[in-house]
C-alpha cells in the first residue's frame, strides 16, 4: 500500500511505494540529468572520468552520481572511477556499505571478539570441574 511522504528534493506530496524515494516531476528530472551524465561517459575519453570530473562537467550533484552508483544505474565495471563514500570512514568505495579497509577492521574486531568469547567460556567451564578433597 502506498504511504503519503514528502518529496526531499522539493518538498511535494507524493505516493511512496517502496521504489521510488522522490515525486514523479523530480524522478524526472533526475533522469534528464543521468542522460546527460551517461552521454558524457559514453564517450571513450570521459570513461576513466572521476566523480569530481563528472560534476565540473555536467553539473549533476555528487549525491545523486553516488546513488545511482549505489543502486547499479551507473556500474563501475564499465566506469572505473566512479564510487560512492564508505558509511564508516567516507573513503570511496564502489560496492557495499564499507570499504575493503573498514571490512578488513571489522572481520579483524569479530576475530578478537570471537576468540575472547572462546576463552572466557573455556575458563568458565574449566572451573566447573569435580573437585576431590583427601578425606582421611
Known amino acids: 500500500m502506498a ?20 515525486c514523479h516531476r523530480c524522478v524526472q528530472k533526475e533522469d534528464e540529468k543521468y542522460q546527460i551524465v551517461y552521454s558524457f561517459l559514453r564517450r571513450r575519453e570521459n570513461r576513466a572520468a572521476t566523480v569530481e570530473r563528472i560534476v565540473e562537467a555536467t553539473g549533476v550533484e555528487e549525491e545523486l552520481l553516488y546513488k545511482w552508483v ?9 566506469f572505473p572511477n566512479l564510487g560512492y563514500p564508505c558509511d564508516n570512514c567516507g573513503r570511496i568505495t564502489n560496492k557495499g ?14 576475530r578478537t571478539f570471537e576468540a575472547a568469547k572462546e576463552f572466557r567460556e573455556n575458563i568458565a567451564n574449566s572451573e566447573k570441574g569435580t573437585y576431590l578433597s583427601d578425606k582421611k
Open 97 to 110: 556499505k564499507l570499504c575493503e579497509k573498514c571490512q578488513d577492521e571489522l572481520k579483524s574486531e569479530l
Open 3 to 22: 504511504e503519503l511522504r514528502n518529496c526531499p528534493t522539493c518538498g511535494e506530496f507524493f505516493n511512496y511505494t517502496g521504489i521510488r524515494d522522490v
Open 70 to 78: 549505489r543502486k547499479n544505474r551507473l556500474h563501475p565495471a564499465m
